[in-house]
């Protein structure tokens, strides 16, 4: 599915939890964790429990993140989400270890609600130094795991550095969890662009990690949408150029010919598969009917 | 009985007289007659200034159930009715029609004239605070006439309402009654609607706090129209006179609201060269002119003018070279008040240019595309801005209903919910715009497009907009709220709501 952004949403707002689909994010994270303080965790697990019975998200992913296993609150968070059937886990905090736990947890749910086992599928946030490192091995923990998400903040205070706009910092991180997502074919989302009044850094910030390898980014007000939903949706020009290569590899196939060049470049498999996303993708948004 | 519109209007109301009943909002093509104006000539030596405004009111023909005119340009800081009606009750005048181009929460004193019957009858705009609440519980003797701007225009050009004296706040006058709105501590701009009272009361008093050597340079009310300038301290307090709605706004919903708004106007078939433009001042309808000044400067778009009541963000616009020309009845803000002063560009016209039916042509027949806000639309596009949900009168046509009827595409703005109320309902409660004017709603759910814009719905249909119908968009909300309770109202009228060309629409009654 597509999953350019992900939009955090406090789960103890009833207001939001009722507008979440609406500002056209492709999964929205309904939040146990930091935006509810400690005083507030078991109303905020009843506000999401009542909202997902009474709301229709329609075709938006709703993640639901949870609190971490170190906390009080994860075993009951799991024990009554899963059971409502979310589309995803957020787990904050991912190492191997939590993810191993995740799953079993998950496996045990599900057979006593008969729902399809792996049907609840899991985000890691990969946010501390030691997440980092052992990635791929998280990954390799479960097969409910849809992305891994990153999540700067909290990961630059373990690395004992200042976050910053420029984001070089996360540099490595960035690099290796991207590296880790497509070697096993999954999502790689960016951390948040926290300062929801820079909208010229947010558009840096998003390019800049689309650059590298990033499929979509996280957002923590619903203003970011479009800006990110822009970046990581094909422009004209790649529409065209799609379009372009489509056309010749048919012309080509007529010929009995399986390599063909458009532009005085060679067309092989890689590329034309990067034609057919780019225009599924389009056809998805709605970029082209 | 029923109206064309569907509402419960009697055909006689106490009070207020015959009613003309509502035909359509092109009915009223025909031949108007203008009142003539009666007035006492100045000859040479004839001195018009004075220091006292009690001096001025010992030579005015004071009487009971005189008309007496304001206009609203200072907003929440108006000094002038206040000061002026005071005085006028203390010399123990009564049964009189206040004909205020809008009424706001400053002007809480004229509820006490009301209980004591010294003001009987009000005509007004737009009304909110105290007064407002008082009209909706039946505090004033006679129904308060609501009309539109243009109406107003009419009302007075015409002669329905008789003004014997007009009290107009000058915010920068010479000896001889030269006034303009942009000089003077208590500048506030234009002063689209204070020319009208000017024009056609019988009597007029210029009160001014900056008096100015004779000629005034800037000249918005010439000296052929005032009889008397009176000086005062001050006319109004400069943090009222602007509003304070010229902020866009920071709701994630609204900015979708206004994003969507943006998107249909750029696929509508209006959005070109030479388009001409009009938003209001609340948040949301800021938020679409800001982003339909990226799109326009994106695409390279060069309108004709942006007109109505003007904000900073529209000088802006204009400035950016995107519209040619600034038609202003009344500034929101400060950015706004200097560019009327500055820029040549801008011009301020009056009230009667901007949306008076009975003219020659006003500046909203000319309309493109406006922008306006809604309490409750109903399933016939019928659209309420004058009352709450529950009868209370907080607002009015203001403009409204005279862009509905001129622009070619009048889209409403609104959340689909506000405070678990449904803003789209079966019937409005209280119908101020007809929505045989209304095209389009955008919420934050979905779009609907008025039936009867058959060629829209198909230009739309190839956009990714969420285009539904007014009774899907209705199940959604209700899905959301659930369905109201019915409000009671009793027999009793307390506001009439008079169209532009002074048919009745509908009625106010007094809630249970």
Known sequence: MLRRSMLFMPGNNPGMLQTAEVFGSDSVILDLEDAVSLGEKDAARILIKEALKTFDYGTTEVVIRINPFSTPYALEDIDVMARLKPNAILLPKATPEDMKKLDEMLAVIEKEEGFEVGSIRIHALVETTYGVETVYETLKMSNRIESVCLGGEDLAADLGVERTKDSEELFYARTKVVNACKASKIDAIDTPFTDTNDEAGLLADTIHAKKLGFTGKLSINPRQINTIHKIYSPTADEISWANRVMYAKDEAEKEGLGVFSLDGKMIDAPVITRAVNTLNTARVIGLIK | ?512
């Open chain 2, 1 to 512: 009985m029923k109206n064309i519109l569907g509402r419960e209007v009697p055909d006689n109301i106490k009070g207020y007289g015959k009613v003309k009943h509502y035909g359509g909002y092109l009915k009223s093509k025909g031949t108007v007659v203008k009142r003539s104006i009666k007035l006492t000539n100045m000859l040479p030596g004839d001195e018009k200034l004075y220091d006292n405004l009690d001096l001025v009111l010992d030579k005015l023909p004071l009487k009971d159930g005189m008309v007496v005119s304001f206009h609203h340009h200072l907003r929440n800081g108006d000094f002038i009715l206040n000061m002026v009606m005071e005085k006028i009750a203390a010399r123990g005048y009564k049964d009189i029609t206040i004909a205020a181009s809008s009424i706001f929460p400053c002007h809480g004193e004229l509820v006490e004239l009301m209980e004591k019957k010294i003001v009987t009858n009000i005509y007004a705009g737009y009304i909110s605070g105290p007064v407002a609440d008082a009209i909706s519980v039946g505090k004033l003797e006679n129904p308060a006439v609501m009309h539109t701007h243009g109406g107003r225009a009419r009302l007075m050009e015409s002669g329905d309402l008789n003004v014997d004296i007009a009290f107009i706040a000058a915010p920068t006058s010479d000896d001889y009654g030269n006034i303009n709105g942009v000089d003077g501590k208590s500048a506030c701009g234009a002063l689209g609607y204070a020319y009208t009272d000017a024009e056609t009361a019988d009597i007029t008093v210029a009160i001014t706090d900056n008096l100015v050597e004779y000629p005034n340079t800037t000249i918005d009310i010439p000296q052929t129209l005032i009889d008397y300038v009176v000086v005062v301290d001050a006319i109004g307090d400069p943090n009222g006179i602007v509003s304070g709605t010229t902020q866009i706004t920071k709701d994630p919903i609204g900015l979708k609201i206004a994003n969507m708004t943006t998107e249909l106007i750029k696929n509508s078939g209006y959005f070109k060269d030479g388009m001409s433009f009009q938003t209001g001042a609340g948040g949301v309808s800021l938020a679409v002119a800001a982003d339909m000044k990226a799109e326009m400067i994106e695409h390279n778009i060069k309108g004709s003018f942006a007109s109505g009541g003007i904000t900073g963000y529209i000088v802006d616009m204009y400035k950016e070279g995107l519209f040619k020309s600034l038609f202003d009845v009344q500034c929101f803000d400060l950015a706004a008040i200097k560019s009327a002063k500055e820029n040549s560009g801008h011009m301020t016209m009056s009230a009667s240019m901007y949306a008076n039916a009975n003219n020659k042509g006003s500046v909203v027949n000319k309309l493109d595309v406006v922008i306006l806000g809604a309490t409750e639309i109903d399933t016939d596009f019928n659209v309420n801005v004058t009352t709450t949900s529950n009868g209370t009168i907080m607002g009015g046509s203001g403009g409204h209903a005279d862009t509905s009827a001129g622009a070619k595409l009048a889209i409403i703005v609104t959340q689909l919910a506000n405070s678990r109320i449904s803003a789209i309902k079966d019937r409005v409660t209280t119908l101020t715009t007809p929505g045989e004017t209304v095209d389009v709603i955008v919420t934050e759910r979905g779009i609907a497009i008025n039936p009867k814009r058959v060629e829209l719905i198909e230009r739309l249909k190839e956009t990714n907009l969420p285009i539904m119908t007014i009774e899907e968009l209705k199940d959604i909300a209700e899905a959301m709220t659930g369905k109201p309770k019915a409000v009671e109202f009793t027999d009793e009228i307390v506001a009439i709501i008079e169209y532009r060309d002074g048919t009745v629409l509908d009625v106010v009654r007094k809630a249970k």
